[in-house]
């Protein structure tokens, strides 16, 4: 029998008073996942404003991992090339994707955009 899993949405603009249940209705902060009961079948979409070194990423996706639910991606707005996360995340099997990637940044404020 195939069960349908429940999408959960979390954005550093949402709001742990949200149910997560949609893109217009996140929740906020990576501490409220822990408090929700994730279950196997269930599709997690992780949204971040920034990516370095993937540190709280990967925390995630082995949260999700360890309730035996489904990672299905990660959508990042800036994405920080010149540091290795993203690269560690899309090795691991992990969708990443994100509007911009910055591959450079100088003293003199000039931004190498790949």
Not at 11 to 24: K, L, Q, R, V, Y
Not at 39 to 62: C, E, H
Not at 103 to 111: K, L, Y
Request: glycine share 12%.
């Amino acid at each position: 029998m195939k069960t349908r899993g429940t999408w959960y949405y979390i954005d550093p603009e949402g709001s742990d008073a949200n149910d997560g249940f949609s893109p217009d209705t996140p929740l906020r902060t990576f501490q409220k996942i822990r408090e929700i009961v994730l279950r196997p079948g269930d599709r997690v979409l992780l949204i971040d404003d920034f990516l370095a070194n993937g540190k709280a990423l990967m925390g995630l996706s082995q949260l999700v991992k360890d309730a035996g639910a489904a990672l299905v991606g990660a959508g990042v707005v800036i994405e920080k090339g010149f540091q290795k996360g993203g690269d560690r995340l899309r090795e691991q099997g992990i969708r990443v994707e994100s509007l911009a990637i910055v591959d450079a940044m100088d003293e003199e404020g000039t931004i190498t955009f790949r």
